[in-house]
T-cell receptor, first 115, second 114 residues
Framework: GAGVSQSPRYKVAKRGQDVALRCDPI?????LFWYQQALGQGPEFLTY????????KSGLPSDRFFAERPEGSVSTLKIQRTQQEDSAVYLC?????????????FGSGTRLTVV | GQQVMQIPQYQHVQEGEDFTTYCNSS?????IQWYKQRPGGHPVFLIQ???SGEVKKQKRLTFQFGEAKKNSSLHITATQTTDVGTYFC??????????????WGLGTSLAVNP
């Protein structure tokens, strides 16, 4: 596609509910990143994929967070048993490069509110 | 741990005034990237600087990378209301295993009075 697409745009979840956030990166982009952005803060790294391989998941805050990219394109970030502190905007970004860091293209994000 | 700091946190200017935001890293960076995020929007990539002392211009925006590759600045000449947003700098993580992830500053929020 022309850009990075994320869905849903907004999600309200009851505490304890599981959620799944989808990211459709730019076609052909090798690198895919998930970031979490709290209000008034910069994005915080969650996890990184190179094609289908999850090379870095050091930013995932707990074992309730799980991400996958089984075919090296679409990615899903799953949060189990959501807590109020999970409320944030979840940003997906993709980049064409394999080596080093290149400018990311971000999606519009999913705003998750846990009530 | 590795940190990226930005000042000021907020800046209010009159339209037509200049604006500068400064970014400082606790460690030497291999490169630095700048992003703009409009209110309610997502970060949009502006530029990447790689070389020590590098200066790049994009119309009214001038980006600099310090000689020691630990600091950077973004200067906007004659601000316009379309410049409103938060400007973030970000640099790659230190270690070879995590140099693909970016460490972000907290951003500088710019407000422009027409």
């Amino acid at each position: 596609g022309a850009g990075v697409s994320q869905s849903p745009r907004y999600k309200v979840a009851k505490r304890g509910q599981d959620v799944a956030l989808r990211c459709d990166p730019i076609s052909g982009h090798v690198s895919l990143f998930w970031y979490q952005q709290a209000l008034g803060q910069g994005p915080e790294f969650l996890t990184y994929f190179q094609n289908e391989a999850q090379l870095d998941k050091s930013g995932l805050p707990s074992d309730r967070f799980f991400a996958e990219r089984p075919e090296g394109s679409v990615s899903t970030l799953k949060i189990q048993r959501t807590q109020q502190e999970d409320s944030a905007v979840y940003l997906c970004a993709s980049s064409p490069g394999q080596q080093g860091v290149y400018g990311y293209t971000f999606g519009s994000g999913t705003r998750l509110t846990v009530v | 741990g590795q940190q990226v700091m930005q000042i000021p946190q907020y800046q209010h200017v009159q339209e037509g005034e200049d604006f500068t935001t400064y970014c400082n890293s606790s460690t030497t960076l291999s490169n630095i990237q700048w992003y703009k995020q409009r209110p309610g929007g997502h970060p949009v990539f502006l530029i990447q600087l790689v070389k020590s002392g590098e200066v790049k211009k994009q119309k009214r925006l001038t980006f600099q990378f310090g000689e020691a590759k630990k600091n950077s600045s973004l200067h906007i000449t004659a601000t316009q209301t379309t410049d409103v947003g938060t400007y973030f700098c970000a640099g790659p993580g230190l270690n070879a295993g995590n140099n693909r992830k970016l460490i972000w500053g907290l951003g500088t929020s710019l407000a422009v009075n027409p």
